[in-house]
């Protein structure tokens, strides 16, 4: 019993005391009265109409005085027993709230299993087409034209920008003499994942010395220092990943429902931090509108010379995550 029920139980007892000390104290002092005066109780026992006056003068009281301790009593009661129900339901919330976060921690599990399924299977497809391909090739006597793997094959020519700043990485001018490769363009948009990801560092470091992916990377890091700042990070908040006829559509120009896959941001509050700063700080927005611009350039390059896995790999970058992250908040998606 805690200190509330232990409390409510007082309260009825000393009602109930109360009642019975002021029913014998009323019933002394009449008892007094009569004895003191035996002449006025005999006159007033002779005329009726005094008599039931006196009566009523007598148990009206008492009778006051027990229907305040009944009601008393039955407002403890109903006190203890709301603050009952009240804890029943906090333990019925309880325990729906970790039922639920344990199915959707299961269902979330499963759609994951299902979607590295898929994506196995869709590599298996792949590989057997590409297969079934080479060997037609060869029974005619022909050879298949090597894939152009350039990430941006339309703009392969362009000099670099000197104006870019570079990380502090060091300088290797070997790497900006081919151009970015898509798998490396994927990598470097999700960032080195610590310290000591060499590969990571490599090639970002060729990113950034490539004239057509170093703008969208400065404006990708700036965005994320800015989120970082609200304690946003891409790793923590939950976004669905896109389908990649999304990204398509998107970069074809397409806007409103053929892109809503790409606004499906759940977690609140990354999307209430940034809705608040996008507001109030006109650094922030700056940053943004050039980090969007940037992505999109990007990404209407990027989309003729990649495939669909290539596409999704692409979205689950920290740098796609901020991108539907600040599309959504900055109606990037939004009809136009």
């Known amino acids: 019993m805690d200190t509330e029920d232990r409390k409510n139980k007082h309260n009825e007892q000393a009602a109930l005391t109360i009642a019975i000390i002021l029913t014998a104290t009323w019933i002394f002092v009449i008892g007094i009265i009569f004895y003191l005066y035996p002449d006025s109780a005999r006159q007033i026992g002779y005329d009726q109409n005094l008599t039931a006056l006196l009566a009523v003068g007598l148990f009206l009281p008492l009778i006051l005085i027990w229907i ?53 299977h869709t590599k298996q497809t792949d590989s057997h087409v590409s297969e ?53 363009l994927i990598k470097a948009m999700n960032f080195p994942d610590n310290s000591k990801d060499t590969e990571g560092f490599r090639v970002l470091q060729r990113a950034f010395n490539d004239h057509n992916t170093s703008k969208l990377l400065h404006a990708a890091q700036d965005v994320l220092t800015m989120l970082s700042e609200d304690g946003i990070y891409m790793d923590d908040i939950r976004i669905d990943i896109p389908a990649p006829t999304a990204w ?78 600040l599309g959504r908040i900055s109606g990037a998606f939004d009809a136009r």
């Open 132 to 184: 079934l391909a080479d060997k037609a090739l060869e029974d005619r006597g022909q050879t298949r034209p090597p894939r152009n793997t350039t990430a941006m094959p339309g703009k392969s020519g362009l000099p670099k920008d000197t104006a870019q700043a570079d990380l502090p990485l060091s300088d290797d001018q070997s790497a900006s003499d081919n151009p970015v490769t898509i798998r490396e």
């Open 248 to 325: 398509r559509s998107f970069a074809n120009g397409a806007r409103g429902k053929e892109i809503a896959g790409l606004g499906i941001v759940r977690d609140r509050t990354a999307l209430a931090l940034t809705t608040t700063r996008l507001k109030n700080d006109s650094k922030f927005r700056e940053t943004v509108h050039q980090f969007i611009t940037q992505f999109d350039t990007i990404l209407t390059e990027f989309e003729k010379a990649a495939e669909d896995s290539e596409l999704t790999q692409m979205g689950q970058t920290r740098s796609a995550a901020a991108f539907m992250l």
């Open 68 to 120: 305040a301790a009944v009601l008393s009593r039955s407002l403890s009661a109903m006190r203890r027993e709301t603050m009952a129900l009240r804890k029943s339901v906090e333990k019925m919330n309880k325990t729906l709230d970790v039922q639920i976060v344990g199915e959707s921690g299961n269902r979330d599990r499963w759609i994951q299993s299902q979607i590295a399924q898929i994506t196995a």
